[in-house]
């Protein structure tokens, strides 16, 4: 077996869970690779690191992002398109995509060993920009969401958005914010966005403040093209992909679409999307349940 780890965390909690992790492996006669910012931290014989996507072992088993939902979108730069599948080791806090708690981790290794989970492919976004923008071309994924927002000022910016060439709609608005089915439960659920389901073959635009009342979070297939250019008082404006902040030029066509190739979660049997929604968002405590 192959493994690959990484974090973007450094506390105790996070590196006694990593070298957890290196130890059983290692007990195992699995080849390990650690990402090498994070080995000098867990220093282990017989354990070889990674810098990118181009030193990765392609043929790896499991990849390990060990600490909240950030590590887990930051894990994305390195798994690109090579389809390795990751699990998430939550240290964080909320846990929507490092779904497996500490108490849990004997378990979990336990489950990777013998097979026993199941395999999610998850939407990825890809976004490309006219005039082109080298920054964002050597990077073009998201895998909760894709946004632009105002940036330098406190007046509204104005979103023309077209879907597949055709005018959708002119958001006057803080900003727009386009999210796969699991970025859902991220900055598009905390701006009015609906929770869709993992396997839902579905995007969903919500406007960000909008100051046309009547403007909703819309739900469209994952085969469009969804086309952004924002006007505003400001020279630039903010466009994000998951944790990657940019600022763009005004003016700037952003097209986005889902990307051909997906990535690949592992889930341990014993919890499913529906579990989750239900711990992290409190559903269900009411009293009178």
Known sequence: MKVALYSSVYDDATL?????IIVFFIQKNASIQVEKGLLAHVPQPDVTSFTSHNNIDPKT????AVGGDGTVLRALNFIRESSIPLIGINTGRLGFLATVQPDNIDDCLSDILTKNYTVEERSVLEIHTDPSLPELEAFPLALNEISVARENTTSMVTINTQINGAYLNVYWADGLVVATPTGSTGYSLSSGGPIIAPESKSLVLTPIAPHNLNARPLVVADDVEIETCVE?????HLLSLDTRLFSIPMGTRVKIKRAIQPMVFIRPNQNSFFDTLRNKLLWGQDKRN
Not at 16 to 20: A, L, T, W
Not at 61 to 64: E, H
């Open 16 to 20: 006694k869970i990593v070298s957890r």
């Open 61 to 64: 088993d499991v990849f390990f």
């Open 232 to 236: 505003g008082r400001g020279g630039t």
